[in-house]
């Protein structure tokens, strides 16, 4: 089977998960959600285009290789945000606060990231496609829109470097890349990067491979809606193991 697979790094990254009142947490690997919202990004798919969203989300599978989750970092955020008003729209930051300060509120919540992290993603076509992997890697090479790791404040501190791979799931996420710094020791040094890797994909339990270890979940990052947000069940297989 054909890949694009493509990779991730930055100083920052968040990957959402199930959000309760003040608590913004973040996942350890990219949740496929992120991955879309990324090659939506490139292909300069706008968020309230949601056929054309709709039409990326069935059009390719999703896979991951973990090298390092990274550290967590937790931010305590603050943010002035005017109440709602049906009869004004807002269109910059700067209009939002140009209104008098008794109507601004203050939200406060709690954000986490992972700092340092580095992923590895693999994705491939589905049968229901509208996209191409030759127009999705054309489109990370040269976004339309600006690419982000979760959230805008996670900038991509390395290029994507997408690449197509034609061979088995595992083949195609143990492929390798460029050293982000000058060898690949100082990225294991810096970066933090054990023995350890762990895979996570959909579809088949067996489409790594046939180990034993293989976990599977129930997890909630199929992009559904933006208005409002709503994600669907998907399965997720996962497999840490000793990389040789």
């Known amino acids: 089977m054909e890949y694009l697979v493509f990779r991730l790094y930055g100083p920052l990254a968040s990957w959402g998960e199930a959000a309760v009142g003040g608590d913004r947490p973040s996942g350890l ?5 992120a991955v879309l919202g990324m090659i939506a990004a490139g292909l300069g798919i706008k968020r ?13 599978g999703v896979a991951i290789k ?35 300060k ?13 700092s340092d992290g580095y992923w590895v993603v693999a994705i491939w ?4 496609k509208a996209f191409s992997l030759a127009e999705i890697k054309k489109g990370l090479v040269k976004p339309a829109f600006t690419p982000y790791l979760g959230r805008k404040a996670c ?15 595992k083949s195609a996420l143990d492929c390798e890349f460029p050293p982000i710094l000058q060898t690949d020791e100082q990225d294991k040094r810096w970066l933090g990067i054990g023995s350890y890797v762990t895979y996570l994909w959909q579809g088949q339990a067996d489409a790594l491979g046939c180990y034993e270890g293989v976990q599977s979940r129930n997890v909630w990052d199929e992009p ?4 409002p947000w709503q994600f669907g069940m998907r399965q ?8 040789e």
């Open 224 to 227: 559904i809606s933006r208005m």
């Open 155 to 169: 900038p991509l501190a390395a290029p994507l470097f997408p690449q197509f791979i034609e061979s088995d799931l």
């Open 29 to 33: 690997t990219p949740t496929r959600s």
């Open 236 to 243: 997720e297989h996962q497999l840490t193991m000793v990389e």
């Open 66 to 100: 973990s090298y390092s989750t990274g550290s967590l970092v937790r931010d305590y955020h603050t943010a002035q945000v005017p109440s709602q008003d049906k009869k004004r729209r807002f269109y910059t930051r700067k209009d939002e606060l140009s209104i008098a």
């Open 102 to 114: 008794e109507k601004l509120n203050t939200v406060l919540s709690s954000r986490d990231y992972r």
């Open 48 to 60: 309230e285009n949601t056929e054309r969203l709709n039409a990326l989300r069935l059009s390719i």
């Open 125 to 128: 076509q589905q049968p229901d």
